[in-house]
């Protein structure tokens, strides 16, 4: 099933307002705190079905709704829409009650949540379909895409731990569902150890005492109980509820005994486990796989890893939709699968720009995908940006502007080095439409030395001449048959081999001299000049 969430529209939903573009199958939500990011996620936890239950859904409170930057309430309405896109034959089919009239969209489906938050605090919702106001949307219609929710602020130790909500359960459950041979045969398994423990002696006299003194405390009338001891409830959800999930570098231990970050991945695979392995539906099902904080409690070097994972597991039958304030997971994720929540002005409401709309020519974007590594990636968490060609600039930058008693930091402001002059590329993820962050370029000016300044000096003892070379051509040896003309001796020898190129009388070939260090005055010129002609 190829349908995928496309897109959110939000009307008064907290500090959502306008379209959210979503990137398939792998959506990374960027930017900094407060842009609306986790808004999104429970946006769409609101209108999807969850494949957990009742219990994932996010259900509407008064606080959804719109609220001043005082907390009072601003809205009494809301809406929520979500686009579905890529509909095969079979999607359309089921999803027929959502699908839009437009010819030119077949393949598109919205499902609209719209809320009303009365005088006494209760909140009536209704369900709309496709283009219309009126038709309601049948149930296995929005069953068609089912949500998995990981929450950021998650205890994955508790969320493992033994017990009716340990997520074991619907990973065993669906490898084993009802009527299934291994369900028979972990029930059985339960029986026959509860009855090998009857036969232990110990076990014997220690139900005997339990039952002697709970006897004379309830004495032998109506309030008589009887006690027992087994191992287990040989019921297959108690029994597989009781499992337990390890995890060690060396041995397999309990996840009390083992680092917050490795527990996180170990409950991240129990999920995917889950997602992966459920049931055929009678009908096609799309699984999306909400991800607050993935990065959470995981050094630098391992978030990578977990992301090129994600990736993998999206290029299959699920989508995947993460939250992230990692600079690791920006640059890990390509360009074209980020959403950048952002706002111009503090006294604005955020918007989600995908870099993948900017326009971006093919080579400029081929150039981000290889050199936004995670020090670029910092600009998309950022409120404005300084591209700076080097270390040095990036070093000197925050600091005389330290030095001048305006800190960059506390502005939100982030220093950019590009390592070299390649600035298009960044330049153009910033602009209307595009990141509405305000912009700064330091180049710096690398002065040419004058030809006066170097007619005398020697190249073997001036580092000004040989800038002025280029800088990959060695001497010409006559013996290697290389062009004897690249051998100027100083300075003014290679003012005359320039000069001599402009009018025909030799030198340094058009590339070689547009390459040179020569002053831009005159290579510059030379270079223009045979290209205009």
């Known amino acids: 099933m190829a349908v995928y969430v496309s897109e959110l529209r939000a009307k008064n939903f907290r500090n959502l307002e306008g379209s959210f573009p979503i990137c398939s199958p792998l959506a990374v939500l960027v930017g900094e705190n407060t842009t609306g990011k986790s808004n999104v996620i429970d946006a769409l936890r609101t209108v999807l079905e969850p494949e957990a239950g009742p219990r994932a859904r996010h ?47 077949p393949d598109t489906a919205r499902i609209r949540l719209r809320a009303k938050l009365g ?44 017990g009716r909500d340990n997520r074991l359960v619907p990973l065993l459950s669906t490898l084993a569902p009802a009527n299934h041979d291994d369900r028979n045969a972990i029930e059985e398994v339960a029986r026959k150890a509860n009855e090998a423990l009857d036969e232990i002696t110990a076990i014997q006299t220690a139900r005997t005492h339990l039952a002697t003194r709970l006897g004379g405390m309830t004495g032998s009338g ?12 040989p019921r297959f959800e108690r029994v597989v509820g009781t499992l337990r999930a390890q995890i060690g570098q060396f041995a397999a231990l309990e996840m009390e005994q083992n680092g917050l970050g490795y527990n996180n991945l170990l409950y991240m695979a129990v999920l995917l486990a889950a997602i992966a392995n459920a049931p055929s539906d009678t009908e096609p099902t799309r699984r999306v796989l909400l991800v607050e904080e993935p990065e959470a409690h995981l050094h630098p070097q391992l ?69 936004l590594d995670v020090t ?49 590329p960044f330049m153009d993820l910033f602009g209307p439409g595009k990141l509405p962050y305000r912009l700064a370029v330091i180049s710096d000016g690398d002065r040419q030395a004058a030809d006066d300044d170097t007619d005398d000096e020697p190249e073997e003892l001036s580092a000004r001449v ?44 058009l590339a070689t001299a547009a390459r040179s260090g020569c002053p831009r005055s005159e290579c510059g010129a030379y270079v223009r000049g045979r290209a205009s002609r």
């Open 59 to 105: 259900w509407l409170r008064e606080s959804d709704f719109r609220q001043t930057a005082e907390g009072k309430g601003d809205a009494d309405e809301l809406d929520l829409e979500v686009v579905l896109s890529g509909l095969d034959a079979a999607a359309q089919s089921r999803m027929v009650t959502c699908r839009t009239g437009s010819k030119d969209a």
């Open 119 to 162: 005088a006494d605090g209760r909140i009536q919702t209704r369900w709309i379909g496709g283009d219309g106001e009126a038709g309601e949307p049948e149930p296995h219609a929005r069953e068609a895409v089912r949500f998995v929710y990981l929450h950021p602020l998650r205890d994955a130790a508790s969320d493992l731990r033994p």
């Open 222 to 233: 109506r309030f008589t109980q009887k006690s027992g001891l087994v191992f287990a409830d």
């Open 303 to 371: 978030q990578e890893l977990p992301m090129h994972f994600l990736d993998g597991q999206a290029a299959s039958s699920t989508q995947v939709i993460v939250t992230t304030h990692s600079p690791n997971f920006a640059a890990s994720a390509q360009v074209d699968r980020l959403t950048v929540m952002a706002r111009a002005t503090d006294a604005e409401l955020p918007k989600g720009r995908t870099p993948r709309d900017f326009g971006l020519d093919p080579k400029r974007r081929k150039h981000l995908r290889s050199f």
């Open 376 to 424: 670029k990636a910092s600009l998309f968490f950022a409120r404005a940006v300084i591209l700076v060609e080097g270390v040095a600039e990036q070093l000197l930058v925050p600091a005389i502007a330290a030095h001048l008693k305006r800190p960059l930091a506390p502005s939100g402001v982030s220093v950019i080095n590009v390592d070299g002059v390649a600035f298009p």
């Open 466 to 509: 040989q800038a002025r070379r280029p800088r990959h051509r060695e001497r010409a040896d006559p013996s290697s048959g290389a062009d004897p003309r690249m051998g100027p001796r100083t300075g003014r020898e290679l003012r005359d081999h320039v000069r001599g190129a402009r009018r025909g009388q030799g030198g340094y070939p």
